[in-house]
């Protein structure tokens, strides 16, 4: 069994900055794809950054130039660094892992983390 946690959420002003983070943890042989996606009240969850390798990364179009996805294999854990925030950013950020466990295969969400873009 796989787990994610993330942190770094919060409240900040329009035009700041916050990094996510979400480590993974469990019997993990190897992490393939890492991602975060949001949802926002009402409104459907979506896909914000990708990275299916260290030099493979996508991003959705709404924060291209604004955020960027990281990853540090070794620790097993993402980044998202999201800058120049807007109040349509304000969602509950999850974090996403696809990979391989030692008896299979796993796709684990983190528990989401609120960040709210307010004045």
């Known amino acids: 069994q796989v787990q994610l946690v993330e942190s770094g959420g919060g409240l900040v002003q329009p035009g700041g900055s916050l990094r996510l983070s979400c480590a993974a943890s469990?019997?993990?042989?190897?992490?393939?794809?890492m991602g975060w996606y949001r949802q926002a009240p009402g409104k459907q969850r979506e896909l914000v950054a990708i990275s299916r390798s260290p030099s493979t990364t996508n991003y959705a179009d709404f924060v291209k130039g604004r955020f960027t996805i990281s990853r540090d294999n070794v620790k097993r854990t993402v980044y998202l660094q999201m800058n120049s925030l807007r109040p349509e950013d304000t969602a509950v950020y999850y974090c996403?892992?696809?990979?391989?466990?030692?008896?299979?295969?796993?796709?684990?969400w983190g528990q989401g983390t609120q960040v709210t873009v307010s004045s």
């Open positions: 996403n892992m696809r990979g391989n466990t030692y008896s299979g295969t796993f796709a684990s």
């Open positions: 469990g019997n993990i042989f190897s992490i393939n794809a």
